[in-house]
């Protein structure tokens, strides 16, 4: 765990689930592995909490409970209704740092266990961890990059811990597949922006990129990927026969 400092904790990410992915959370039609990545980053992201809350109440409230006198002024006014009355109920959101926030801060539990990992891994990484994060065995999978992999999820996709030691760069490399990384400690950079704890990178298909990351502190990350990820650059066609996935 020391190579883990406790930075970054109680920030509010930058890179968030796309409005598409978080409705279709909102509606349940999200895969095993994409919930999974989306609820690890709501467990850190207040805005997305607040924005999930406004999804589900206006999917319950139009099919609940829109009350037939404001249906009489037509969908549109019964609409804005259902948003201001979510709307006065945003006060009462959950902030981050609150027990739904899985950072917490540093100094302090989320539970009644204070342990590191706690501080750290957001309860849904927990979940899937049969032991604690200074005892994981990461494999190498080359030069400055190493793996953990966790319990596969219904539909095929891979779930994994990575770590990308501090300043190391991951050579340049595709997917055949999408690829959601989430950041918990550290921080890392590619073609699609600076990420830290709490942001969510997605990778389609073809896309290729080349992250670095941040010096100074390894980047911790959950990582979900459909397919196996295929190394693009000069040093890729060397390594690629021994990248597993
Ligand atoms: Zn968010």
Not at 131 to 157: F, H, N, Q
Not at 177 to 185: D, F, I, Q
Not at 186 to 202: I, K, M, N, P, T
């Amino acid at each position: 765990m020391a190579q883990y400092k406790p930075t970054g904790f109680g920030r509010q990410p930058s890179h968030h689930p796309d409005h598409s992915l978080l409705l279709d959370y909102a509606s349940g039609a999200t895969s095993e592995a994409e919930s999974l990545i989306v609820a690890t980053h709501l467990t850190l992201c207040a805005e997305c909490r607040r924005e999930l809350a406004r999804l589900e109440a206006v999917g319950g409230s139009l099919l609940e409970s829109i009350e037939p006198a404001t249906l009489d002024n037509g969908f549109d006014s019964g609409f804005a209704a259902v948003m201001a009355r979510i709307d006065g109920e945003d006060a009462a959101a959950p902030t981050v740092g609150d027990r739904r926030d899985g950072g917490a801060s540093p100094g302090t539990s989320c539970c009644a266990c204070d342990g590191d990992d706690h501080l750290l891994l957001p309860a849904p990484v927990r979940a899937l961890l049969d032991r604690s994060l200074d005892r994981v065995e990461w494999k190498p999978i080359m030069r400055g990059l190493d793996e953990a992999p966790l319990p596969d999820v219904a539909g095929g996709a891979k779930v994994r811990l990575m770590r990308i030691r501090a300043g190391a760069t991951v050579p340049k490399h595709t997917h055949r597949g999408t690829e959601m990384t989430l950041v918990l400690a550290g921080g890392f950079s590619d073609e699609g922006g600076h990420f830290e704890r709490g942001d969510l990178a997605v990778l389609g298909a073809e896309a290729d990129h080349r992250p670095v990351a941040d010096p100074g502190e390894d980047c911790l990350c959950l990582v979900v990927t459909t397919a196996p990820l295929r190394l693009t650059g000069r040093m890729g066609r060397l390594l690629n026969p021994f990248v597993r996935f």
